[in-house]
């Protein structure tokens, strides 16, 4: 098994990098570092930095032309955007848009650039043959992620305070749909004819699947942690998702709309980019200042020992391919192009060589790892609130590096972080309290043998009796609901023994107590804190 799955080249730039763009030849690759007010260029043949250029004012993100020539750089915090040239890489015009500007497109025409600002709930568009802007329409809240269709009519607009993508009619410059996404949608990304358009939601952790003929959510696919920038294969079978938490880069099967592996890269991976041959993805690692390399010639690159998972295989001349072997193992051929083969996994164990044999020979296109299953040995808490918690559930075990998904019944967890022994997750709503069995999937297959019990709000309704001597001793029975889960009874914050009774029923002793008076009594569960009172009684005196 590949330890921890991590990916290929690493390659240094600035400090917060953000978002990446590849030249039309995916030759040069641009990296927008807004921590240290630069441009990386990166020479995509060596994997090497070949200039870093000042630009100022933090760079977001650099959108380049069709022909490559120049680079539209939005500079957020000067709300300018300021233009590239890529032949010398030299600034020129500085162009003004307003307050938090955030993503720039480029039409496929290069006459136009739209920038979503998110400070104005707008779109300025400029004009590339005057570098000027000459419309600013106004869009949904707190716009941030933008893309146009192939065909240059239509513009979409991720705008997170409204939680929908504005679409925007280029003939008119208006706003022509607002279509209901997900809560927070951030960033978008479009399938190579246009037809699909997919969008990262920050607030439930998922890829919403949009039909662009249609112009609403036709599927909701689960990720992980803080999705980011996204991109389709050339292909257009996978969707590959950057994880900002948990520092994985999600592999989405667009024929199922499952995410099929995850594949760990830096710490805080945010921009992503797919070559355009298919071959390579490059991911920003903001935290870590680096890109992330990932050979995409073999996707999924990992799998169960039993094998029978679909495979893509990306490459050149592989039209009429006779065969396709993982390791010795022949793997079936299910569909071929020139550029792509889809084949079955074989059954296998270990890292193999992926070949492929033409009538021009036989090649190497990448390795497969063939992942054992995974197993669940603890978790902590092992309860929590039907409505679901932002605290992190610990999930312990063995082989559960590249976890895909975490369920508790049927809610899905998303998951914070992952190693080989450890998951963090937090759990999301239930439908209602009780225990429900945890399932881990990762490539190897899937996994149960614990429990997650979910538990309603508790409440005390009565403490009888309800006083008695400071000296402490009184056993008190709290009565009340949800109290089959308490952890703790307090008085006035100092801990009494108590025992369970049942979930409307618990007794507890009372405490010395320095003092007479009335105190607090607190009974402490994995969903809240409930209270009553009881009052201390000082002893006769002279």
């Known amino acids: 098994m590949r330890a921890a799955f991590v990916a290929g080249a690493v390659i240094p730039v600035g400090v917060l990098p953000q978002a990446i763009t590849l030249s039309p030849d995916g030759a040069r690759a641009y990296v927008a570092n807004r921590g240290s007010g630069t441009i990386s260029v990166i020479d995509t043949a060596t994997s090497t930095v070949t200039d870093t250029v000042p630009t100022g004012a933090g760079p977001d993100i650099v959108a380049l032309t069709p022909d490559g020539t120049r680079g539209y750089v939005v500079l957020a915090d000067a709300g300018l955007v300021s233009v590239l040239d890529t032949a010398t890489n030299t600034f020129g015009t500085d162009i003004p848009v307003g307050n938090g500007p955030a993503v720039a497109a480029v039409t496929p025409d290069g006459g136009r650039v739209y920038v979503s600002q998110q400070a104005g709930d707008t779109v300025s568009v400029i004009d590339t043959a005057t570098n000027t802007v000459s419309d600013v329409i106004t869009v949904g809240n707190a716009p941030t992620g933008v893309v146009i269709t192939p065909d240059g009519a239509r513009v979409y607009v991720a705008c997170f305070g409204s939680g929908v993508v504005s679409v925007i009619d280029t003939a008119t410059n208006t706003v022509s749909a607002a279509i209901p996404a997900g809560p927070v949608p951030i960033l978008l990304a479009l399938n190579p004819d246009g037809s ?13 699947v949009i039909d662009t003929a249609l112009g609403a959510v036709i599927d909701t696919i689960g990720v992980s942690a803080q999705p980011r920038f996204l991109a389709v294969t050339p292909d257009n079978a996978h969707v590959l998702v950057a994880n900002s938490l948990p520092d994985t880069v999600s592999v989405i099967d667009t024929a199922t709309h499952t995410a099929v592996e995850n594949i760990g890269v830096g710490a805080g991976p945010a921009g992503l980019v797919i070559h355009p041959d298919g071959t390579h993805a490059y991911v920003v690692n903001t935290e870590a200042g680096t890109v992330s390399v990932i050979a995409t010639t ?9 094998g029978g998972a679909p495979v893509t295989v990306t490459g050149h001349h592989l039209a009429n391919a006779t065969a396709v072997r993982f390791g010795t193992a022949q793997a ?3 569909a071929n192009t020139d550029t792509s083969l889809t084949v079955t996994e074989p059954a296998g164990s270990g890292a193999v060589p992926v070949t492929v044999t033409t009538a021009g020979g036989t090649g190497t296109l990448g390795t497969f790892y063939y992942t054992p299953l995974p197993a ?14 932002d605290d992190e559930i610990t999930l312990t075990g063995r082989n559960l590096a590249g976890a895909i998904d975490v369920y508790f019944g049927t809610s899905r967890a998303v998951i914070q972080s992952v190693s080989d022994t450890e998951i963090t997750v937090r759990a999301t709503t239930a439908p209602g309290p009780g225990g429900v069995p945890v399932t881990v999937r990762t490539a190897g297959g899937s996994v149960q043998g614990l429990t997650y019990t979910y538990v309603s709000s508790s409440a005390v309704t009565d403490i009888s009796p309800n006083s008695g001597p400071t000296s402490g001793g009184t056993v008190v029975t709290i009565t009340g609901t949800g109290l089959s889960h308490t ?5 006035n914050g100092t801990p009494a023994s108590f025992e369970i009774v049942s979930d409307t029923t618990v007794t507890a002793t009372s405490p010395p107590s320095g003092a007479a008076g009335t105190v607090t009594v607190t009974i402490t569960g994995p969903v809240d ?4 009172s009881f009052t201390y009684i000082g002893g006769p005196g002279i």
Do not use: C, K, M
């Not at 358009?197 to 439930?204: D, E, H, I």
């Not at 073999?298 to 039993?306: F, I, K």
């Not at 804190?529 to 009553?532: L, Q, R």
């Open 487 to 491: 952890e703790q009874v307090t008085f």
């Open 332 to 334: 079936g051929i299910t």
């Open 196 to 208: 699909r358009l997919y969008v990262t939601n920050v607030g439930n952790s998922t890829v919403g």
């Open 298 to 306: 073999v996707l999924p690159d990992q799998g169960a020992t039993a």
């Open 529 to 532: 804190s409930p209270t009553g």
């Open 376 to 389: 669940l040995t603890g978790i902590s808490p092992d309860s929590g609130p039907v409505a679901g918690s």
